[in-house]
């Protein structure tokens, strides 16, 4: 049985924002295509198996998973009682995820 996959706002912000950048600062929009479908096929695997991937260091919430793909990292949290996945966020790998979210452990 699959898992209901859910995007937030900010996650969907965030990936609209990755597209815009690779289009507009990188003038690629060949690349922004294929980064936007990559994230998105890996969003979507988390219908199966959303704990393959481990817990974000650090965020002070161990339910709060991280998924990279690329150069990006796709935050997520996985709901077992009701087999729901959230996506919270996509941002930029190298960036301080953890001070962006303003989170501590």
Not at 11 to 23: P, S, W
Not at 41 to 51: G, H, K, N, T, V
Not at 64 to 93: F, N, Q
């Amino acid at each position: 049985m699959n898992w209901e996959v859910i995007m937030s706002s900010e996650a969907a912000d965030d990936l609209e924002g990755i597209v815009a950048y690779i289009i507009d600062v990188l003038g690629s929009p060949i690349a922004a295509q294929a980064v936007y479908e990559r994230i998105r096929r890996a969003i979507r695997s988390l219908e199966s198996m959303p704990f393959r991937f481990q817990s974000l260091d650090g965020a002070g919430d161990p339910n709060l998973r991280r998924m990279p793909v690329d150069r990006y990292m796709v935050l997520y949290r996985a709901d077992e009682k009701i087999r729901e996945v959230s996506i919270v966020r996509i941002m930029y790998g190298s960036r301080d995820i953890i001070h962006i979210l303003g989170m501590t452990s």
